[in-house]
């Protein structure tokens, strides 16, 4: 019985060592993983620590490239510029395009632009006018076996000028053509100063600047039409000038230079009209949003609490 009992005993003792063993086996495995599931940790830890960095360096350079280096001499006269600017917008609405409208208006009412009798608008064509075929001529041009030579040719004409009123006023549109078109951008550009940073909220005032830029951008248009209308007329009266003193017979091409001459006089006058009413609507537009333009944030309310 001692015998038995010493050998259950001893595997006892055997079994009780052996679960000690797997249970130390299994908790080295909790707090030490294999090392496939360590090297995955590792690379997960080191491509955290990449994206961190990196973004680290981009915020650094973002940093630096949102901080413009610029010496103090160009920052002062990049601010005296902003300075002379305000002050070219401040004189031109309240002196010069008050005098514009004035001095354009009276310029509708002189005699150049007040022509009734278009007649006395012709200029002078210096074409020779070739006399009628006598029928000797007709039978010598239908005579196909006849020599070249004997044939009448039509007379040469000489130095044809342009008509010399319609030259008079273009020298006096086109200086305020050029005057308007710098007015506008002078105007365009003070506004485009005086649009603030974009921020949320409380954008009316700055919606109205965007309003008045889109008007003055439709109006710089049509203003660089008026220069590509002048080149037109002088294109399409030089080929009719060109039909008439080649077909020197045909009398439309005349009357087509004469009325090149007219289209153009209601042109120039409608140009003047146009410029006039470009002043007109750019004072009142800027006179009844003044301050609007000028501040379009408006002054900080306090706040209710």
Not at 157 to 175: A, H, Q, S, T
Not at 264 to 283: N, T, W
Request: charged share 30%; glycine share 4%.
């Amino acid at each position: 019985m001692g015998l038995r009992t010493s050998g259950i005993s001893s595997r006892l003792i055997e079994s009780k060592l052996r679960g000690n063993k797997i249970s130390q086996a299994t908790k080295k495995k909790a707090f030490f993983p294999s090392s496939a599931a360590a090297g995955q940790k590792i690379l997960l830890i080191s491509a955290d620590l990449f994206i961190s960095s990196h973004i680290l360096k981009v915020s650094i350079a973002m940093s630096k490239a949102a901080t413009l280096k610029i010496s103090s001499a160009s920052s002062v006269k990049v601010e005296n510029f902003c300075q002379s600017l305000y002050q070219e917008a401040e004189n031109l609405f309240s002196s010069f395009v008050p005098q514009k409208i004035i001095q354009l208006d009276a310029l509708l009412r002189d005699d150049a632009l007040s022509i009734t009798d278009m007649s006395s608008l012709q200029a002078p064509l210096d074409i020779p006018i070739p006399d009628p075929p006598s029928p000797e001529d007709e039978e010598m041009e239908t005579d196909k076996n006849g020599d070249d030579k004997k044939k009448k040719k039509a007379p040469k004409c000489g130095f044809i000028k342009g008509n010399e009123k319609i030259m008079i006023l273009l020298d006096r549109v086109k200086p305020e053509i050029v005057c308007l078109r710098e007015t506008i951008i002078v105007v365009s550009s003070w506004i485009q100063h005086l649009i603030p940073k974009i921020e949320d909220g409380n954008d009316f005032g700055v919606a109205i600047q965007e309003k008045i830029l889109e008007r003055i951008t439709a109006v710089k248009t049509k203003v660089d039409g008026f220069q590509t209308n002048i080149n037109k007329y002088f294109s399409e009266r030089g080929d009719a000038v060109a039909k008439a003193s080649k077909d020197t017979h045909v009398m439309d091409y005349r009357s087509l230079v004469h009325e090149k001459d007219g289209a153009a006089y209601f042109d120039i006058r409608v140009i003047v009209l146009d410029i006039r009413g470009f002043y007109a609507e750019l004072y009142d537009i800027i006179n009844k949003n003044l301050e609007k333009v000028i501040n379009p944030k408006g002054e900080e309310k306090p706040s209710m609490y």
